[in-house]
């Protein structure tokens, strides 16, 4: 986790005071539980809720770590010292450390998901407003890099929301995938704890029981749930990729909103760097490299090893961090950025029409000239805009074989730009309803 | 795509005929949509269909491309052979290459996911059956590879049932990413087709239409369904992590089915490797290996580039086609799994009851043991078994100052396998819902 | 592997008949060396020689294997019906299985590693000759893809070329890293065969022997040979990169040679897509995704499994195969590409001067204007470049602040390209060497 | 970066203080070749110097990038405040904050490098040590975790010594890899620098000249730096992977050291876990997942984008602290390795002799008995052995058939474990070098 890439929310899901917060809330509840089945005192329960508003000491906690080299057993220790040994003396029974750990991550993960959520949510709300904003905004659509046929801004926003709306879908699946608690013993087989005392728990936590765990959660829904965080990454790099191109130099049609005090803008006015976007790619690579080891995590030893743990000591709190952080930033980004609509017409007129050649091609042989004469006649033509620097639509006009064939409105039918965008409202439509 | 890894049904998927049968019917089919729409004449529509039931010749239409290095010019060249060049000439029309391709890409993909939700289902088959033949065979459960505490061999069952239960809802998620097709020109718009095209075509082909493509279908589509398949595949690991560890020649409870044909088997006994479950790891690697690059495939430049098809070429073919060899080894090696019952016992009692120890420790506490002396009554009987080969339980009865605390019933039901059993039927319940 | 990009003599190195030839010349070679030492008769090992021109009826050997289950006897056995079973008897006497398999896998890898080295080569002389041909032809170097300084477009494939070299010098490590062999026996203590026969094998096969080795070669030496091939797959795709953008429309200084006779280049002049780049992209991703598992194959168990088997069937050929054919891609590519020199001035002179302002800046600081003033003179001489189309020079020589600082001469050398080109030399003699 | 999985020194490499100190003394060599070349005063460079033994003050540099939203401008603003406005006049003059900030990237990489270097080193003198105390220790090897053939424990500790004896030499390759170091302006044309700046900075700071760099050193050295990273966490995990199957209960031949203040050690004696291996196992997956994307960062658009800063201010730390710590503890846990030689001894036995069936089966085939019938022989006393428990040895003894073919003195060298070891020392003497 990389400060300048974290925002404050998603950071305090992976503090240790969060942490300690859900271990002693999962502690309490438990307790509850137990005494609910009479297992505990139930005074005993209640006296563990004094703790309810205290703040830990986390300084504390790992000193006695230091010492007792057990991370949950510290916590305990600390625990007592606040409700009294009395009080403390039934908490954690019969549980192993697995339970709270495991319980605790996925709680985090819920969070943090929520905070995803969210996100993605906001980012929605700005790509439909552009998307609105450019419906008509023509702009020249590029395959290979290279000019294809006329399109709209408000298409681009728009396929970026649809991709996005994905997103937040696979997201919502990645919470449930994860929204599940254990508190299931040693081994999962409940010996120690009765099952009862984790449906208790789950319910006061937010979670549902994992049907079968082992010592610990199965580790295939945490692989699939960073594979989704993967998965959203690489849209914000194509997003980003998209802004990056349409900032170079030679194209210029979109810029990352530039605010009047930073420093260079205005002497060097050709040098604005794409530098959000650029971020966001590598911010996209960041979250990408947690999917491959999650999923190595899920094949783990009998009914548990460790060799997870320090993987997802990195992976939790990094991938959810740097991903929330991305998704804001990219908001942002979208929300300011610079259109440029007349740039994008210069653009497109670039050759002079030569980008309606391929309807021109198409409309003289349904006019019945031969697919070879046809070619041949948009050859000559196209030749002339490309080599002379001349206009395709004046060269076809002025030349008796392509006129013999289509008529003058028929040849300036096919530059007109209405006819690229005259499904655009249906393409609207089906990405955000109907209006 | 090794052929010792592949399986006929989704082989043939990948086939060219496959591939050319799937083209073909994508073009008839948007013949007749535009027939329906009075764009071309019916009895266009009506004659492409005259190669219904024709084979068409890869090689030719290989030759062909040879010739125009444009695959699917080559196809329609083929087809108007067929068909008869007047019959042809409407095909295709309005339409890129691309609507064509990545809408097979897609019919494949929802073709592969149907036979692997099928592998999947025949999997969970076998686990279930397996996990209720053995809901009471006790093994001692293990966490970081050493004994913890008793669990059955049915839990180990259920579990890989309850993770392979996940991965089938989430192959139908997959295959509902995938499930899209797009008909809608260079860059989109529908400028050359009709938006009703793309929806017949769908319809008939068992898509839906893709809301918002651009020359083609959003990659992030194909992210989300090759990350299922790396989660699948890591589960299959797990699952063979299970039985390599179980076929250990110091554990051997486990046995991958050894038929009597076999060289070597009785000549060498004890030489039976479990290469199935070996191989089943290396798969999940070959498969896991497409995550990335499908990943990296989603930002395309603006409205495509082509750097996506050669890695889909590969993944495509190559990570469902070892996913399901893979999965249908797996079920092969479950259903014969041979299990030693008898084994297991005797490993569970290899330290004598020392597996119990925490019970007891616990059971003193609770009997008003200080947990400084608890831990000092236990440690000293504990050492006596694991340094001089003595019963653990035997110990604790001989010891006095356990007895003040414990009864002799007592410290039997510390030693009793049904304590950790008790609630096995709860959790298949769980599972596989009530009996 | 897929056909298409795939040449000849790469593939050849992994055809069943490569391999079988390679098994051969170990076990006739092994034979050798165990007759030097008397473990077997020199007839034998001499009649074992009778195959050496044999070709190997891989059907034949399949339909073995079928019966047998296992590759080696099946091999060995077909060896027996050409040089009798009387002369075979000894063939492969104290070996084990993968004393052949790992050792020959080695040897695949030597030789594709050798025309992978002759790949690179290849490359660079290409690199190196449009390096020297575009020397001095400028171009604008770029940050961010914006406009920053000129440079020139010899200096862009001197980089390549020595990245190219520095790949070159990481293959010739990874061949050394895989060039051993071992016939070490079950487990690599060499009980059933001497060393001295691993010696000679090795000698003959072109390899050194492994020092140590369990039952197989020790996989980190693969796992260093795969990531190396990644290295060299990224670095083409960073070339790939670089003629992506210098071909898109707006840029158009680079261009993919585009045959006379390919379709529609004249019909569509703008319309060139740079796919053979696109396609390197794509193959990068490709070779690269053999890194991770070949990483994940180095921890085998114990003295070997069989997991990582699988793995290299896919990546051994695979990976190589496609670096292969995407070298020689590339290497065609850069041959042929086209530049445009007049389209890099061009587009150089995009804003007019503007990317001189840095120099403009610094030289009125050095002149003595304070930071801020200088600044501000450069500002208001920019923005009228950049908002009202004007040239650069010409306003900064019509500023009398400007002109107050900087003689009229002083300002047109701010202008001067060959400032930015004074060192080409001293860069391509420190890659290139001195003239 | 985890606290808990870092070391002191490594981590302070990656500190703001470290950093800047960097940067500072790149800047004032760079000043001093100025003055050298007159380019700027000597009396300048000079003043420089003077916050030489000066603490920088991290925080107001934090505070005034706060303000100016660049670092290296923060970091020269503080610089002038501590040396004088006017000393710091012609620092940085010509330079571009990439000059400072990747030559400073490379040191750290190379400090990083040096310590890991020491790291490996360490390790093998313990692994030698290890490797000559067991070098006689017999152990079963086992090939798909079935029992093979008898091998030695310093067999196992000289492997991995070899395995990391090939990652020294591959770090020290990594280093110089990375050793370089660039001074060569906004697009590394020296426009505005002499490249006998360079020179003299990159020799002051143990470096060499990148002989071509654009804004940035070329990221291929980087990916190859990561590569080697990822290769050597594997070979961790190699070894790791061996102790913990030594650890499992059934097993049992290596204990992780567990000092005697250690919680639970004596009253669980069964239940000692290797937890540090399987921590090793999760940092090896931690490790390697920066080399994917390092891999792609080598793609940078033109003369540089940015996207690979987000990715290398994770992944420089990370990455490196991380390796730090695992070799550190691998170290630590080989270096106090419990070895229990009387269970390996027993654990060889454990099927009575079976391990040597192959060998009698050689025996009798060498002694004249026919395949078939030798298989038979030694199949009928296996299974006596394997189902009946009995003694293969004996069996054989008496075996009439068998002794028929094979003396008693034959068939009892056929146990002899002398047989197995005796190319022990040649081995030895290939790792270590003769003795």
Redesign the interface.
């Known amino acids: 986790m990389?400060p300048?890439?974290s925002r404050p929310d998603m950071a305090a899901i992976w503090e240790p005071a969060t942490k300690f917060r859900i271990w002693y809330e999962i502690e309490a509840h438990a307790c509850d539980a137990m005494a609910d089945l009479g297992v505990i005192p139930r005074e005993n329960a209640d006296a563990v809720w004094k703790a309810k508003d205290v703040e830990f000491d986390v300084d504390r906690i790992d000193a006695i770590e230091a010492e007792?080299?057990?991370d949950v057993?510290a916590f305990l220790t600390h625990l007592s010292e606040i409700v009294g040994a009395d009080a403390a003396r039934f908490v954690h029974q019969g549980m192993t450390s697995s339970d709270v750990l495991d319980t605790t991550f996925n709680v985090q993960l819920v969070r943090a998901s929520d905070i995803l959520i969210a996100d993605l949510e906001a980012l929605l709300v700005v790509l439909k407003r552009r998307a609105l904003e450019h419906k008509d905004t023509v702009r020249?659509?590029?395959?290979?890099?290279?000019?294809?046929?006329?399109?709209t801004m408000g298409?681009v926003f728009?396929?970026f929301y649809?991709?996005m709306d994905?997103?937040l879908s696979?997201m919502r699946?990645a919470r449930a995938?994860i929204a599940t608690g254990a508190l299931s013993?040693?081994?999962?087989?409940?010996?120690?704890i009765d099952?009862a005392v984790e449906e208790h728990v789950c319910d006061r936590m937010g979670l549902v029981?994992e049907?079968?765990?082992?010592?610990v959660i199965?580790r295939?829904?945490h692989?699939?749930f960073f594979?989704?965080l993967?998965?959203i990454?690489?849209?914000i790099?194509?997003i980003?990729?998209?802004i990056?191109?349409g900032?170079?130099?030679?194209?210029l049609e979109l810029e990352e909103f530039f605010s009047k005090g930073?420093?260079g803008s205005?002497?060097?006015?050709?040098?604005?760097?794409?530098?959000l976007s650029?971020?966001l790619?590598?911010?996209?690579?960041?979250v990408?490299?947690?999917?491959?080891?999650a999923?190595?995590?899920?094949?783990?030893?009998?009914?548990?090893?460790?060799?997870?743990?320090?993987?997802e000591?990195?992976i939790g709190p990094?991938a959810t961090v740097t991903l929330d952080f991305a998704l804001a930033r990219l908001t942002g980004l979208v929300d300011k950025l610079v259109v440029y609509p007349a740039r994008m017409e210069e653009?497109l007129h670039?050759?002079r029409g030569?980008?309606m050649?391929?309807?021109v091609?198409?409309a003289l042989t349904q006019a019945g000239v031969s697919r070879e004469d046809a070619?041949r006649l948009?050859?000559r033509n196209?030749?002339k805009?490309?080599e002379e620097g001349r206009d395709f639509k004046t060269e076809l006009l002025a030349d008796p074989e392509v006129t013999a064939a289509l008529s003058e409105a028929e040849i300036e039918e096919k530059f007109d730009l209405a006819?690229?965008?005259?499904?655009?409202d249906?393409?609207f439509a089906?990405?955000f309803g109907e209006p």
Chains 1, 2, 3, 4 share one sequence.
């Open positions: 990389i300048r890439y007792t080299r057990h057993i020249i659509g590029r395959s290979h890099g290279i000019h294809a046929e006329p399109t298409l728009a396929r649809a991709e994905r997103n696979r699946d995938e013993g040693a081994v999962g087989t409940f010996a120690n099952p029981p049907p079968i765990s082992t010592q199965p295939d829904r692989a699939a594979a989704t993967g998965v990454a690489s849209s790099e194509s980003a990729t998209e990056r191109h900032q170079r130099t030679e194209v930073q420093k205005s002497a060097m006015p050709h040098k604005r760097n794409p530098v650029e971020n790619t590598g911010l996209a690579r960041l990408r490299m947690a999917v491959v080891p999923m190595e995590n899920v094949a783990l030893w009998h009914e548990r090893d460790i060799s997870h743990s320090s993987v000591r990195n990094d653009n670039k050759f030569l980008v050649s391929q309807r091609l198409l070619y948009v050859q196209a030749m805009v490309w006819y690229h965008t005259k499904h655009v249906t393409i089906r990405v």
